[in-house]
Every structure is written in structure tokens, then in C-alpha cells.
DNA sequence: TTTGCACTTCCCATATCGTGGCAAGTATCA
DNA sequence: TGATACTTGCCACGATATGGGAAGTGCAAA
């Protein structure tokens, strides 16, 4: 088949705008098109949202509804823009940094986090992976796996983090069973001295498990006494709206 | 003028796509196209890379490519990504966060910050802004300002947002000179108690004063109490750094 | 396996639509 | 003020995008 010719020029131009701003007749030489062209082409594009141009001037730069168009590259990013307005609510709301992490083999990828707004406040782990048996969010895969999958990774020899980290693979089990009826585990600075955190499972709309909500703090005010189970609640509420956002339907019956 | 037609139908199934990926089928019903142009256009748009297909099936999904166009969008964008590895630099040396902000009218607007790698940490301030008078980048912008903005700027009543927020107009004129000569600024818990940041100034190709690059962290570690001067000779030396990213040319008379 | 349905790929005649030369209009600079 | 550089508008031409349809492919049910 052919490439059709505008779309070819189009993106042609468009890759010389992202290099670097530029008018009609700049883009006509590094193009080598007529500028007759390269000015409907730019109309085009103008009148798509794809550019812009410099107030008063016809300097032509990457518009923002690229970025629109950027942000639905992978599934991570779409769930990333599906739970945005989530985590910030969960954030406003427990005063406390929430975040998402997916799984990544026996390790736990974080993907995105929205911070508390606490001018003292734990690092944003976005990017990086920690092992499976040292956060919540791991402990939320784990009760998500079949059982000769989790059997298979107790197997292995499990590092310690801090003097809290749990290696025994019985007490494990427990928490995996744990985190099956509850919906929810948390972790006290297991991961990180002076660290405690809380996760709860987020489903796509084929009801997979696609990753993990999780939020944290300093474990001097977090959680405060008595309001452990309130923060459990909540955390597992917003889970459940992100997977809805995402298209999950949630049945009425099961546990 | 009129829009290229082809250039109008392959963003309207870009639209489609980027909602949630779909097939020539899906995309033909959903924009009314016969399935050959669709076919035709979704070629045309795989081949420029602009999006790429589900393995083995055909499911069209935008391709990472537009990642990249969508990072020039803006200005401020470009300075990011130019200071990007410069800001990584100075943190892994100094073991606390480095930012970029940019002047905002009477405020300092937080464009972007790497985090330090201690768990415990100053929260992020990207997308916020400060007055000018708490945060040593403001002072650094006010010591670029033609003196009589910087007097009109001073007859406004300025708050105090911590007991040593320094509010007066002669120390703040005092500050300014010592910026000009010294080329950074240090502000100790003038913002936040717990906090103290320095910062210098970022240039453009044009030698215009573009932001200012920051760092700050807990005052019970940062500075370290020999350390000032040499954390402010590093500051200085990757805010020259990125300038020159940005295509400005230092010259080696001056002041 | 066969049959049927739904989707993708290929082909080709048609005329629509993009094209580019040119000229008029506008901004920039000396 | 004149000269230069760039943008916008116009329009006849034909190259090129178009879309109907047929052939090919894949999947699932019978």
C-alpha cells in the first residue's frame, strides 16, 4: 500500500516543529515543500488542535492536546489518568501521600504517586520496584495469585529490610489469607524505618488484577490510633472507583 | 482556507484511538469511513510511526513517538527537558532536591523538581507558586529586574510567613545587591520552618533571565555547616550548566 | 471438518481534492 | 522610503486520495 501523501508531509512538519518552533517559510526550506503547502498543511493542523501558534507572530509550536494523545501511549498511563482524580481525593482526604503500583514479576513497579501535602513527607517511589514481601501493595498481588505461584516465591530466600521485616514465609501465608478476606493489608515499617503503609487491589473490566493502591506515611502520625480501619475503608473504597473507572463491574454477591 | 481532508480524517481516528484502541472495523463505524480509507489512513499513520499495532492482531494504538512530540509543547517544557539530566546531577552530589521555577508576575511558579533520595524529604512544589520575597529564586529574579520594578514591587505590603521572614524593604534591597555580586541567594526558614534552599539563575540563548534553579532540604541536615559555600559553587556551576544547554553563551569579562 | 460470519487487505476506475506556481498583501529592517 | 523576506490568497491542473467491491484471512460454532 501507499503512504498518503498529506499525512507523510504533515508529520514531517510536525517533526520539525518538535525540534524546534518555526514559521511557514523556515519549515518550506527544511521540508524542501512549497510554502503554499506547508501553509495549508499548517492550517490543517492548527484548525486540529495539533499546533499553535505564537500569539501575533506565525511561529508554529506542538500543541497541548498532544499530549492528550501522549497520555494514552500504554495501559499504565491510562490507568495512571483513570485513578488521577481518585488518588487526589484520597490525598485531600487522609492528608497523606496514595500512589499506584502494578506487578513486575517478584517485584513491585511504582507507576505514579500524588504527594501529601505535609512539607515533611516520604519520598515518591514513582519508577522504581521493591520486592514483593516488603509493602502491602506486593502482599495484594500475592493474595491475587494461584497458590502454587505463591508457594513457588516463598520458596525463594527473602531479604530483610528493617528490623520489622517479616521473612517468614507462614506468617505470609497468613497475611495473603488475610488480605483475601479483608480486601486490604497494611504494613508497618516493614519497607523503611519510621514508614507505615496501607494498599487494596484495583481490577480492569475483565476483573483482572491490574495493580495496587497504596498510601503511606510517616509512622509517627500515620495511621493515628484509632482511625486505622477508617483509613482501611477509604483506601478500599477508592480502589474500587478506579477499577470502575476503568470499566470493572463489581458484583453484588462474593465476599 | 480550507483543511486538508486526509489530515482532518487521520486526527479524528487518532481521537478514536487514543479513547481506547480499536480495529479498522471499529474506527470505520465509529467515524463513518469506509473501511478501505480507514485501512488506507491507519497505514499511513503506522508507517510515520505515529501509531503502532497490537502484536499479531490488528488493533491500532498510539505509538510512543508522539511521546516525544508531545515534550515540546511548551517553553517550559524545552527548559525541563534541557535541564533534566543537569538536575539529576546535582542531587546525586548534594543529596537533596533540585527544581527549576520561573517568574510569575509577583510570584515564583515551581515548573519542575527531582527529589532527593532520603526517605525523608521537603514535598514536591511543582505547579505552585510563592511570592518572591520568601524564596531565594525570587530574590534571584528581583536582582534581574530594572531597579525602579524592583521599588515599585517593595511598596507592596509583603507577608510574613514564618517568624524569620524577612519583610523589610531595606534588607530585601540589601539582599538583592548580594545577589547580583555573589550570583546566588540563601534563604534560611523564610518560607517553612525546617526548610532552607538557595538558588541561582537560569539564562536563554538571548542571555535573558529565563527561571532560576533551586535546591532546598530539612534545615537540620541542609547546609551542613562548612558545606555552604561549596553547595552554592555547585548550584551556580549546573545553573550555568543548563543555561548553556539552552544555547547562551557565557562571556569570560563581566563583572 | 465444514460452514458462516466478521474483519482485513487488495485492486482499480473515477473525479475529488490536494497541489504548487504566481501574485498580492504584510511585516521587517536599514 | 525602498528593499527584502515572509505570509496569505487564488486558481487551473492532474496527481492522488477515494470508496465500492472482491478476494483473502481468521475465528467460532455446529
Given at each position: 500500500m501507499?503512504?498518503?501523501?498529506?499525512?507523510?508531509r504533515a508529520f514531517d512538519i510536525l517533526e520539525e516543529i518538535s525540534k524546534s518552533p518555526?514559521?511557514?517559510s523556515d519549515l518550506s526550506?527544511?521540508?524542501?515543500?512549497?510554502?503554499?503547502?506547508?501553509?495549508?498543511?499548517?492550517?490543517s493542523l492548527e484548525k486540529m488542535d495539533v499546533i499553535e501558534r505564537e500569539?501575533?507572530?506565525?511561529?508554529?509550536?506542538?500543541?497541548?492536546?498532544?499530549?492528550?494523545?501522549?497520555?494514552?501511549?500504554?495501559?499504565?498511563?491510562?490507568?495512571?489518568?483513570?485513578?488521577?482524580?481518585?488518588?487526589?481525593?484520597?490525598?485531600?482526604m487522609l492528608g497523606e501521600a496514595a500512589g499506584l503500583a502494578i506487578p513486575a514479576?517478584?517485584?513491585v513497579h511504582y507507576i505514579g504517586e500524588i504527594d501529601s501535602p505535609h512539607p515533611v513527607q516520604i519520598r515518591d517511589w514513582t519508577g522504581t520496584s521493591l520486592p514483593i514481601h516488603i509493602v502491602p501493595s506486593g502482599i495484594v498481588f500475592l493474595a491475587h495469585w494461584p497458590d502454587d505461584a505463591v508457594e513457588a516465591f516463598l520458596r525463594h530466600p527473602l531479604d530483610r529490610f528493617t528490623a520489622q521485616t517479616v521473612i517468614?514465609?507462614?506468617?505470609?501465608?497468613?497475611?495473603?489469607?488475610?488480605a483475601k478476606e479483608k480486601g486490604h493489608v497494611w504494613l508497618f515499617e516493614e519497607f523503611s524505618e519510621g514508614i507505615n503503609s496501607i494498599a487494596a487491589p484495583v481490577f480492569n473490566h475483565t476483573g483482572l488484577l491490574l495493580g495496587a493502591l497504596h498510601s503511606h506515611g510517616p509512622s509517627y502520625r500515620f495511621p493515628s490510633e484509632?482511625?486505622?480501619?477508617?483509613?482501611?475503608?477509604?483506601?478500599?473504597?477508592?480502589?474500587?472507583?478506579?477499577?470502575?473507572a476503568l470499566g470493572f463491574v463489581p458484583n453484588r454477591d462474593s465476599k
Open positions: 501507499k503512504i498518503v501523501q498529506s499525512i507523510e518555526a514559521g511557514i526550506r527544511s521540508t524542501g515543500l512549497p510554502t503554499s503547502t506547508v501553509a495549508r498543511l499548517l492550517y500569539e501575533g507572530k506565525s511561529i508554529y509550536r506542538i500543541g497541548p492536546s498532544v499530549v492528550t494523545l501522549a497520555s494514552s501511549v500504554n495501559p499504565t498511563q491510562r490507568l495512571l489518568t483513570a485513578a488521577q482524580p481518585h488518588l487526589r481525593g484520597l490525598v485531600e514479576g517478584y517485584d517468614s514465609p507462614t506468617v505470609i501465608r497468613q497475611r495473603v489469607v488475610e484509632e482511625m486505622e480501619d477508617v483509613i482501611a475503608q477509604r483506601v478500599m473504597q477508592t480502589a474500587s472507583a478506579i477499577s470502575e
